[in-house]
């Protein structure tokens, strides 16, 4: 997969926590019962005990269009248990993935519609499929052959909603390593990490830490306009958390500082492709290095660099992002 401005929230550093802990996926009370040869793994005891917390004050559900209806998603319960592969290659399955997982060229070491890369990455895959709660579907792609590719997708079976994520590390230009999270039923022009549903953040953190992918990394968001988007860090690595030390000052406010770095370099890039799902780029040009410069000399005087330098870039992402509109598709 931080992303800052404005928001609090204590469910998105319970991920950073669970990043830097050795978290185990899936757990016994996170998997439904499956055929008896599917074993499960269990969580620590401190992670299965964590305390209630509120979900982000900006999720709205209302930014996910044309939901699946129940009865389309009511096969999928008896996979539970199951390798990822199996439902995968479900013919059922892989037409119910149209409704969520966007048309669109995606580079995975070469251009390829995304769901020839998601296929990629869960062929063979024996990680069990998950129904958390009799209402979260989750499914992990293993390794993929080549560039360190994984797959992620993730169906709310009760509101009919579908997200997915990729992840690998590119080698045509853009920064790399990143994740790209999709799902085609946002048509969003816009979008930070917090308005995307709590449940599904903390199945992506699970995902991730066992999948090894980095706590900040570039991240990326493609919806139902076929855009590329910067899906911006803001999440507060600051904020308390219930049931765990907070990190030092100086140690959450470095990583708000490298995350607002990875989103500055991101929106340089997707600036560059004019968010092309699949574009190609050469960093870093001669005009991000002069920003660079300039930010360094100009937070390096001051009482707070660090400050500093999370404030400026913040603002400069805003400034990229908005210096040429996306363009956004009437909707059908």
């Not at 008896?36 to 964590?50: H, K, M, Y």
């Not at 930070?192 to 953040?201: G, H, R």
Request: hydrophobic letters at 40%; charged letters at 20%.
């Amino acid at each position: 997969m931080s992303f800052l401005p404005g928001v609090k929230s204590v469910r998105t550093l319970v991920y950073l926590v669970l990043f830097l802990t050795s978290a185990v996926w899936p757990s016994n009370d996170l998997v439904a019962q499956g055929p008896p040869s599917v074993p499960a793994a269990t969580l620590p005891q401190s992670q299965t005990q964590e305390a209630p917390v509120q979900p982000p004050e900006f999720y709205d559900d209302a930014i996910f269009q044309k939901p699946i209806p129940p009865d389309q998603l009511a096969f999928l319960t008896q996979f539970a248990g199951v390798p990822s592969n199996d439902l995968f290659r479900d013919k059922q399955f892989r037409k119910l993935m149209k409704s969520f997982v966007p048309d669109c060229m995606f580079h995975y070491g070469s251009d390829m519609p995304l769901d020839d890369a998601l296929d990629r990455v869960f062929s063979g895959s024996r990680d069990p499929v998950v129904i958390r709660d009799g209402r979260y579907l989750l499914l992990s792609g293993a390794r993929g052959p080549y560039l360190m590719g994984r797959g992620f997708l993730w169906i709310d079976l009760k509101q009919g909603i579908g997200l997915g994520s990729f992840y690998f590390h590119p080698t045509n230009g853009e920064p790399t390593p990143a994740v790209t999270v999709f799902s085609r039923q946002i048509r969003e022009k816009t979008l930070k990490m917090t308005q995307l549903p709590p449940e599904f953040n903390d199945d992506l953190v699970l995902w991730a830490n066992r999948s090894t992918v980095p706590s900040i990394t570039t991240r990326y968001f493609i919806g139902g306009i076929n855009k590329r988007l910067l899906l911006e860090h803001d999440e507060d690595y600051c904020a308390p958390v219930a049931g765990y030390a907070p990190p030092p000052p100086d140690v959450c406010e470095k990583m708000s500082a490298d995350a607002a770095d990875v989103d500055v370099t991101a929106a340089y890039y997707l600036d560059q492709i004019h968010y092309a799902t699949n574009g190609t780029a050469w960093m870093i040009g001669q005009d991000q290095l002069a920003w660079i410069q300039m930010r360094d000399t100009t937070c390096r005087v001051g009482p707070d660099p660090l400050g500093c330098r999370i404030r400026v870039s913040r603002e400069r992402i805003n400034v990229i992002m908005h210096r040429g509109p996306v363009p956004h598709p009437p909707h059908r």
